[in-house]
């Protein structure tokens, strides 16, 4: 190939920001780069006991710097002058307040430490109550801005993170004039499109979290906002009505933002959208096919034909949005609260006793310390999978409901909490994290349940992320528990990967998403089938889910 092209696809998850460098012609990937965000590892602005997790846009800012140096200096000379496009995908709804000019307000210096004035991660579940506010009014109302949603609005979801922000802090309010979704901010700030009135806003974002549809013409009404809260006057006005698929050139990257990167200035930036719907494109989705993004919590994507969907509005999912995943589908949402950070829970339990008995130790100097306690920590849970693969289903008594970080799909409840139930004094370690591995299945099961049971059909199911390439125990037991082949996507970033599909459409590569797909997808690394005798025994242990699920919810 005399004339290569190559596309930059950048990933911002919970922790990490993850950049890949790829060719846009043949799909491989030349290279790639993961920084973790400094701030958010020193466990800044969080309380995990009032689930507030917030994270600083400097750290978004310094990790979009490094991942994209780190990576293009480990391709071949030249490869800078020769990348054409780069896109975003983000953890969403994960939106933060701005002033007049689009500045997060936690980059101006009287609001450099306020948690308030940065960016709510999507698992922050301080908006509660400001999500039951938004469903009790939106079922009162002329409109349901909700029934494109799943007829449920989620604490998860930006109006109910920016109204709870201002409510609780009067000095924000005096500076905040607009919100915006992280995935259209750093488009945004790479394009110097950063006032409110430019921002090119993210069809995946507005469609699913911000109650937007071309229905009702754009975001819900003013009339609406102000009655769920005054303190959001003002916000539609300054707000968006068009928004924009993500095969959208925004424009080039500006002079400073291409010196500071290392690129140059032709380079497209694309419309960015959330994690799992580019994640999704880079698994090679199609129609009925059933993605799991699979990492601390999963996002489960499919995309529809208008004539299947037709009128149908899916209940308790989080959103079918038009062009959210491939322009010219309807992109269908769902998910768990809880997946890897169950078992991330359930492994800070068991190392607690670990960490605090070793490092008051007088035994061994503190280097073997450090090393014993990482490697220790290291091992919990591929030690317990090893175990648990070889306990007979039939021997596990205990059963567990996945709610640990509340529920997002079928019926977004950020209330309810996990149950482990059926312990004996003979109930060990392995026991209990099959329990909970198998919770998290029966979870995702509810939520494949849901999409068949309104005529979604589901051919086959594809799982990317970090679990599906690294769990062969988790993924044997969800294709048992599903009772359905599960294909693993060969790239280890998915999402990152989807981006660049996107970039390559954006730089006009590729006139479509679909050709991007065609020829950049790199297939699949492995599939599990299910054993049918376990599938049969889990129908009957998901009978008992349920019923456990339903007295969890209502008695406790």
């Known amino acids: 190939m005399t004339n290569p092209k190559y596309v930059i696809g950048l990933d911002y998850g919970s922790d990490s920001c993850r950049a890949v460098v790829v060719n846009a012609i043949t799909g491989e990937e030349i290279a790639s780069a993961v920084k973790y965000y400094p701030r958010w590892m020193e466990g800044k602005y969080c309380d995990p006991l009032k689930n507030q997790y917030r994270q600083h846009p400097l750290d978004y800012i310094e990790t979009l710097e490094a991942t994209v140096k780190e990576s293009l200096s480990k391709c071949p000379a030249g490869t800078a002058e020769k990348v054409v496009g780069i896109a975003f995908d983000t953890t969403g709804s ?33 908006a509660i109550k400001e999500a039951a506010g938004i469903n009790e009014l939106a079922k009162k109302w002329d409109i349901d801005y909700t029934s494109y949603e799943g007829g449920i609005y989620s604490s998860e979801w930006v109006w109910a993170k920016m109204a709870h922000v201002l409510r609780v802090d009067e000095r924000i309010r005096g500076k905040a004039y607009a919100w915006i979704e992280h995935c259209d901010w750093l488009p945004a700030l790479l394009t110097g499109k950063v006032k409110p009135e430019e921002v090119y806003r993210s069809r995946c974002a507005a469609g699913h979290k911000a109650m937007w549809s071309e229905k009702w013409g754009g975001l819900p009404s003013e009339a609406f906002l102000t009655a769920l809260d005054p303190l959001l006057a003002g916000f539609r006005e300054h707000l968006f009505e068009k928004t924009y698929t993500s095969d959208t050139n925004i424009g080039n990257i500006t002079k400073e933002w291409a010196q500071l990167l290392g690129l140059g200035t032709n380079v497209a930036v694309a419309v960015g959208a959330f994690d799992c719907h580019m994640g999704a494109v880079g698994a090679e989705i199609t129609p009925k096919t059933f993605v799991r993004v699979i990492g601390t919590s999963t996002c489960d994507i499919m995309v529809s034909s208008y004539d299947e969907i037709g009128d149908k509005l899916v209940p308790g999912i989080c959103g079918q949005v038009d062009g959210s995943v491939i322009p010219g589908m309807i992109g269908l949402e769902a998910g768990q609260s809880g997946f890897g950070d169950i078992y991330a829970w359930f492994k800070r339990v068991l190392s607690w006793p670990v960490e605090s008995i070793i490092s008051q130790s007088n035994l061994i100097g503190e280097a073997t310390k450090d090393k014993l306690m990482e490697e220790t920590i290291g091992k919990i849970i591929p030690f317990l999978s090893e175990e648990a693969v070889n306990i007979p289903i039939t021997e596990s008594s205990i059963l567990a409901i996945d709610w640990m ?22 109930s060990s370690a392995p026991l209990i994290f099959r329990a909970l591995v198998e919770a998290t299945a029966f979870g995702s099961k509810a939520i494949v349940d849901r999409f068949l049971e309104n005529g979604i059909e589901i051919e086959s199911v594809i799982g990317i992320g970090g679990i599906s390439l690294k769990s062969p125990f988790v993924m044997q037991t969800l294709s048992d528990v599903l009772g359905m082949p599960i294909k693993v996507a060969r790239v280890e970033q998915a999402c990152a990967f989807g981006a660049s599909m996107f970039a390559a459409v954006a730089a006009r590569v590729y006139a479509k998403v679909e050709d991007a797909q065609k020829a950049m997808g790199q297939g699949f690394a492995k599939e599990y089938y299910p054993d049918e005798e376990n599938h049969k025994t889990y129908l009957e242990l998901y009978k008992k889910y349920q019923l456990l699920g339903k007295f969890t919810e209502n008695q406790l």
Do not use: C
Not at 102 to 120: D, I, K, S, Y
Not at 405 to 426: E, H, W, Y
């Open 94 to 126: 994960t939106p933060v307040l701005t002033d007049k000019d689009g500045t997060p307000l936690a980059l101006l210096p009287e609001f450099a430490e306020n948690p308030n004035a940065m960016f709510v991660l999507w698992k922050d579940h301080t």
């Open 405 to 426: 970080n509340g529920r997002r799909t079928p019926d977004a409840n950020q209330l309810v909490k996990g149950t482990i139930s059926g312990l004996t004094l003979a």
